[in-house]
């Protein structure tokens, strides 16, 4: 017979029978085993080959039979897994005597129905027996926590703890530590758990924040420090030890130990590693030097704060607290930095700090008006270029016309100017003083084709085809050929 469901059909018609006569169990069995064979996913034949199999008193049959079946491809369905589950882990934890090959099952019962009683009840049963106390633990804690008992859940975790080893550990340390500082409200028993979690895993923000909360709670911040500075020094990565280093010293003067603090920020500054960091350890020694009036080491912070907020309110008060600062000193720069000193020098000091460190919109706008009163136009265009990425977005192009002007009038570059005025137009399609300059150029015999070709581009995307029609008239006066300019 071939057809699979003739098989079936007729080994069906055979079990019924052999259910109706005494004593056939095992032939019964037999049955119902082919029938499987023939056809898994016959689920009503499954329940049945399993009692059939518990009635004939083959418990550890029906158990393996039952760990098959959950183990096939395709699996059972959810529910018919789950009513599995639960009859298995009752077989092992009783009548098999194996409760410890109940524990996977716990776990996926209680993952799917944390109240699941019966699960509850092996899963505390297998807390008794060291090989799988930390999983039955772990599982437990998982189930409290989803039942909104926090007490029940650490009481498990910390269970769990006793057996962990490596990475598992610290998870749980870290979970337990977290636990009891966020739920339980218990500071001194989240204490050393945290500590220990961040040494053994430094990058964790979030487990190093709460390390500084439970020692904040309880105004332990140098043992927090003394861990924080541990973990930086085991760190290779340069940013998170910037990160961490910023941390040590916010905690530093939060315990009122100023030097400290102040030498742990000097330190974040003079390595770098992350940028966010190296600011926030400036902005904190910047406050830290102005309070011990340390006015040489407030300068070299300012000088910094200046240079990396160039765009910021911050940026330009610290250029401005600077000057200040450096005239305190008798500093020559500060009369230079505020523009009272001879030009010449004051030209000569900016150009030094640009130099020294980079492009700034803070310096920029002071070394631009002194390279143009000076005529230093290559200058003046340079600094202009790279003036336009530090700028917002909306500035940009305004910078761009300024910068084409300078390439036109007074470097005598025009096809640079051309270039300044397509990016421009890129950035503000419309542009009226970029227009206007173009159609200056237009008038312009060795320019006419460039700044027709930037206008057409122009015009085509604003759809101001009148407006392009006589660009094309301008073109067509002047004897253009056809062919060197595609309308």
């Known amino acids: 017979m071939s057809d699979p469901r003739e098989q079936v059909a007729m080994l069906r018609r055979a079990a ?52 098959q079946v959950l183990g ?8 018919e897994a789950f009513a599995m589950r639960t009859r298995l882990m009752v077989l092992y934890a009783g009548e098999l005597g194996q409760v410890e090959r109940a524990l996977p099952h716990v776990e996926e019962l209680l993952r799917r129905d944390p109240a699941h009683e019966q699960a509850r009840l092996i899963a505390q049963r297998l807390l008794a027996q060291p090989e799988t106390a930390p999983r039955a ?44 500082y966020r739920q339980l409200d218990d500071a001194a ?21 709460d390390l500084r909360g439970a020692a904040g709670a309880l105004d332990r911040r140098l043992d927090a420090a003394r861990t924080l500075a541990r973990a930086a020094g085991v760190t290779k990565d340069a940013a998170l030890r910037a990160r961490i ?22 330190e974040v500054v003079d390595r770098g590693g992350d940028d966010g960091a190296v600011l926030t350890a400036a902005r904190q020694l910047s406050a830290l030097y102005e309070a011990g009036r340390e006015r040489q080491q407030l ?83 340079v600094v202009l270029g790279d003036e336009v990425p530090l700028a917002p977005v909306s500035e940009r192009a305004a910078i761009l016309v300024r910068l084409a002007e300078v390439r036109a009038a007074r470097l005598d570059d025009a096809p640079g100017a051309l270039d300044a005025h ?22 312009q015999p060795a320019h006419r084709l460039g700044a027709a070709e930037v206008l057409r581009d122009d015009y085509r995307i604003a759809g101001a085809w009148a407006e392009l029609a006589s660009v094309l008239e301008v073109v067509a006066d002047a004897g253009e050929p056809a062919a060197r300019f595609e309308a």
Do not use: C
């Not at 550890?60 to 039979?65: G, L, M, Q, T, Y």
């Not at 096939?72 to 959810?78: I, S, V, W």
């Not at 028993?189 to 924040?209: K, M």
């Not at 137009?425 to 237009?442: F, I, K, Q, Y």
């Open 137 to 180: 633990a772990a599982v437990l804690s998982d189930v409290y926590q989803q039942l909104g008992s926090a007490a029940e859940a650490a009481a498990m975790l910390a269970v769990a703890l006793e057996h962990a080893r490596g990475r598992e550990r610290t998870a749980l340390q870290r979970r337990l530590g977290v636990l009891r």
């Open 299 to 381: 300068a070299r912070v300012l000088e910094l704060l200046a240079r990396v907020e160039p765009e910021s309110e911050e940026g330009s008060a610290a250029a401005e607290r600077l000057a200040s600062v450096l005239g305190e000193l008798g500093d020559p720069r500060a009369a230079e930095l505020r523009g009272n000193s001879d030009p010449a020098r004051a030209l000569g000091t900016w150009r030094a700090l640009r130099e020294a460190h980079g492009p700034s919109r803070a310096v920029h706008a002071r070394l631009l008006p002194l390279l143009e009163e000076g005529g230093h136009w290559d200058e003046v265009a």
């Open 422 to 443: 397509r990016l421009a137009l890129s950035l503000e399609p419309g542009h009226p003083e970029s227009r206007r300059a173009l159609h200056a150029l237009l008038e």
């Open 16 to 67: 019924e029978l052999v259910d109706r006569l005494p004593g056939e169990v095992e032939r019964a069995i037999t049955v119902y085993e082919r029938i499987l064979r023939v056809d898994p996913n016959q689920r009503r034949f499954r329940r049945t080959l399993e009692a059939r199999y518990l009635l004939a008193g083959r418990t550890e049959d029906a158990a393996a039979f039952l760990e």
């Open 72 to 79: 096939a491809t395709p699996p059972p369905e959810d529910d």
């Open 245 to 266: 280093g910023t941390e040590l010293g916010d905690l530093l003067v939060e315990a009122g130990d100023a030097k400290r603090a102040r030498a742990v920020f000097q």
């Open 189 to 209: 028993g989240a204490l050393p758990l945290l500590e220990a979690a961040v040494l053994a895993e430094p990058g964790d923000d979030e487990t190093r924040a």
